[in-house]
């Protein structure tokens, strides 16, 4: 199967540069390139943080973030984590390099290898999960078929479930955590988030005299739902679980953002480094969100809407950043990679096909361009707990959602929870053209896609 590549005209740009080439030795080796943190939340809708409308949660460190740096409004994500994970991590709509639920393939060059060979220090810490997915009684054939952390381009990872699903042990309370090859025996009565957060402040102190790009995954808010160590509960019920924890587990990430961006601040690194908030989907579906509005929004993970895709993304780079500046550009997980080439005066690899374009104008307050329109597609396949998971493919812009399996087209500001189809033998001019753009995009994306078929299956 030969792959079907779209260029959309920024992109062709983008390659046609990169084709060219980029020179880094004639940069001026005196001005420092910017340190790069990306955090990336797991299970966090947009209605979960005050900047967005919460009332239901107490999120200061990244609402203040948002306030003094750049929010977008219109950030989206794959509707699972994995997906999401990949994309990010590569650069590239799903349909192009996608082979199964808690799998990246081994092949695949991720922004470890790119940031580490522009000569940035690197670091993950906090959640793998993309190597060997499937326990030993559900399609084995696919285990052991991911991407080792080892090899994922990083030089240093201190990373929860890396290994195999069964083996994976807890991320919260007691955790089992794999630092450099070797897995840690003193977790006991430790939180998992604690440490994956203190080994980044202390990658950060070790590195800050050149430049770093750090990747946090983080674990929270994903369920088990269980105390943090500012529950009342910890002390002596830390493995307790009850989705009531969501809350705890919510406003403990935005403590742990603030530690790392305290540490940034300590070492007066502040204005030399860029600090990105996103998450991989929406918040999980029991946990119920009370706006400011009065209005209660459920969780959406999993589900092909907005409830499952719109999450938050907040910039914060001191004397870079636009205070307080709010974008509407839809956005996705494929922007970030390009973005954070830009931001670091990193050339586009040369060879390599990338679906997303950079933000970085935007991020500094300038108007920038950037597509009309959005592409999800969605093939988590069977896993543990996921079956009838099937192919979804659909395109939106600001107003409208095409799907290409049922063919309807809807209006998200009018119907968000795409209850009623337009019917477009009756539908307006307006409604027809949105039709019509979008079903050109659906059109342009990897048409001889195929599910991965593991070896030997």
Known sequence: MKPTFFLGPLLLSLLLTACGGTDSSSENETTRRPNIILIMADDLGIETLGTYGSASYQTPVLDRLAETGVKFDNAHALPLCTPTRVSLMTGKYNWRNWHSFGILAPEEKTFGHWMTEAGYRTCISGKWQLQSYNPPEF??????????????????????????????????????????????????????????????????????????????????????????PASPEWPERRHDQDGRYFHDMVEYMDKLVGRIEAKVDELGLAEDTMIIFYSDNGSPGHALSKMKDGTTVKGGKGENNLRGTHVPLIVSWPGTTASGHVVDDLVDCNDLLPTIFEAGKVPLPKGEIFDGESVFPQIQGQEGSHRDWLFFHHDPLPGTGKEGRDLQRWAIDKRWKLSEQSGNLYDLMADPEEINPIDISKAGPEAKAA?????????????DYEPWIAPGS
């Open 139 to 228: 399609m084995p054939e696919y285990r052991g078929l991911g991407q080792r952390v080892e090899d994922a381009g990083f030089d240093e990872y201190f990373l929860w479930h890396d290994a195999h699903t069964e083996d994976k042990g807890d991320r919260y309370p007691d955790p089992t955590i794999n630092d450099n090859g070797t897995y840690l025996k003193n977790t006991e009565g430790k939180y998992g988030p604690d440490l994956y957060t203190d080994y980044i402040t202390d990658f950060i102190e070790r590195n800050k005299d050149e430049p770093f790009f750090v990747y946090y995954p983080m674990a929270l808010t994903h369920g088990p739902f269980q105390p943090t």
């Open 435 to 447: 039709k019509e753009k979008l079903q050109k995009v659906i059109d342009s994306m990897g048409l």
